[in-house]
């Protein structure tokens, strides 16, 4: 089981920039960031292909197009997540994922593999 583990949360005021990163054990297909409120469903934002011939493709959902960019640096084992223009409804838990071996990066219920999480609050 791939070990995920994420850093950079933390508070912002609206329109601010935040940096998120996720050092994963071992290189997995698909990785993506997920957010979560509390009685909410686990939203998937960003998903980004890592390996193989189509690596570097990318999905986002709607509500961050423009704002959010997924990279990822594998010399460190790391994907990051870039958020830029953050206003008060992006406040959420951020969680990393991974998905099986042979999933489209883009199909959000496919990942089952997830780090602790780091929270994001952003302030108007």
């Known amino acids: 089981q791939v070990q995920l583990m994420e850093s950079g949360g933390g508070s912002v005021q609206a329109g601010g920039s935040l940096r998120l990163s996720c050092a994963y054990s071992?290189?997995?297909?698909?990785m993506a960031w997920f957010r979560q409120n509390p009685g909410r469903e686990r939203e998937g934002v960003a998903a980004m292909v890592t390996i193989g011939s189509d690596a570097g493709i990318t999905y986002y959902a709607d509500s961050v197009k423009g704002r959010f960019t997924i990279s990822q640096d594998k010399a460190k084992d790391t994907v990051y997540l870039q958020m830029d223009k953050l206003t008060p409804e992006d406040t959420a838990m951020f969680y990393c994922?991974?998905?099986?071996?042979?999933?489209?990066?883009?199909?959000?219920?496919?990942?089952?593999?997830w780090g602790q999480g780091t929270q994001v609050t952003v302030s108007s």
């Open positions: 071992y290189s997995k297909r698909c």
């Open positions: 994922a991974a998905a099986p071996p042979s999933t489209w990066c883009g199909d959000w219920p496919k990942y089952n593999s």
